[in-house]
């Protein structure tokens, strides 16, 4: 199974933390570690209309990446790692892509027009923010919420990790289950 992980990251933490858990998966993959999923496609939040994710996730995952029958996906797999600049911005390497989930969601391609465009969506996210500043996460929240407002499913809580206390004690956790909760939710 496949798992695709989107970062906005303005200091190299978001970004980092994506890498290193896509790193863990496409490795795994080619040894005996048992993980639930097989592959990982990491890239910036911004690259989702390059890369013609939107497109992708209304169509139904192919059931050739999934290594047995058992293990069939009936949902694209999406993790979202994002922290929060400023006074509630996103970072410029996903700005286009919040921004883009602000607006309306379109109908979704090929589906019925009572369809939202990702109810072929399972997703998780993980915010990663300041308690020092006002709007604490912010990004990560709203990247959630859209998700969930444009048809997807939530597969694990959203967490919301803090550089004032230290993200460490929020991201390690998390990244324990979200795989698990990936593929429930798949």
């Known amino acids: 199974m496949k798992v695709y992980i989107l970062y906005g990251s303005?200091?190299?933490?978001?970004?980092?933390?994506?890498?290193?858990l896509a790193a863990s998966i496409n490795n795994a993959s080619s040894s005996a570690d048992a993980l639930p999923f097989t592959s990982a496609d990491c890239m910036e939040m911004n690259h989702f209309k390059r890369k013609k994710l939107l497109e992708t996730w209304s169509s139904p995952p192919d059931p050739s990446s999934s290594p047995t029958p058992s293990q069939i996906q009936n949902k694209h797999a999406v993790i979202a790692i994002c922290s929060t600049t400023g006074n509630g911005d996103a970072p410029e390497n996903a700005s286009r892509f919040l921004r883009f989930l602000k607006k309306p969601p379109p109908a979704a391609a090929g589906a019925s027009s009572s369809s939202p465009p990702l109810h072929r969506v399972a997703f998780a996210v993980l915010g990663l923010g300041d308690t020092n500043y006002d709007q604490f996460c912010a990004s990560g929240k709203a990247i959630d919420r859209k998700l969930a407002e444009w048809g997807g499913t939530r597969a694990v809580p959203l967490a919301c990790a803090d550089e004032a206390t230290g993200l460490e004690a929020t991201v390690e956790p998390w990244l324990e289950g979200v795989l698990g909760g990936l593929a429930a939710a798949c």
């Open 10 to 20: 303005a200091t190299g933490n978001a970004e980092y933390i994506a890498k290193d």
